[in-house]
């Protein structure tokens, strides 16, 4: 099992240039756990490249189906308090947005506070600093 953060996910959903990476992390090892917040992430994601008219409503519809085939099949991290209190700490610890130090926490959270226990896919280069500086083990970086 692996940690995923909606920016590795997103390329699941959407072919761009992290694609590949990614299918091969999933490829290895299917099991993707992630933060219930990461699906609402994703969606954002999906509907600001429809907006701004990088994919039309076939690709979005297309996009927005395998995103939720895959949350069907992930496990969440719920909204819990153990997951505020890390990213209270978190935001004073490192330079991460408040959705970022949600992934993280819910990271800390799903490997039991033993973060060399379970690697952490990101392709967010901000939030996989914090992740190494957190111990976390970085497949792809």
Do not use: K, N
């Amino acid at each position: 099992m692996r940690y995923w953060d909606s920016s590795a996910l997103l390329p699941l959903v959407i072919r761009e240039g992290g694609t590949d990476a990614v299918l091969a992390q999933l490829r290895e090892d299917p099991a993707i756990v992630t933060w219930w917040g990461t699906r609402v992430e994703c969606v954002s994601a999906v509907a600001r490249l429809e907006r701004d008219g990088l994919l039309d409503a076939a690709a979005t519809r297309t996009a927005l189906a395998r995103l939720d085939a895959m949350f069907a099949e992930w496990t969440e991290v719920p909204a819990i308090d153990d997951v505020r209190l890390q990213a209270t700490r978190l935001l004073r610890t490192h330079r991460l947005r408040s959705a970022d130090a949600l992934q993280l926490a819910a990271a800390i959270v799903a490997s039991d506070f033993s973060a060399p226990s379970l690697p952490f896919i990101t392709l967010d280069t901000r939030l996989a600093d914090a992740a190494h500086r957190e111990g976390f083990a970085l497949p792809l970086g």
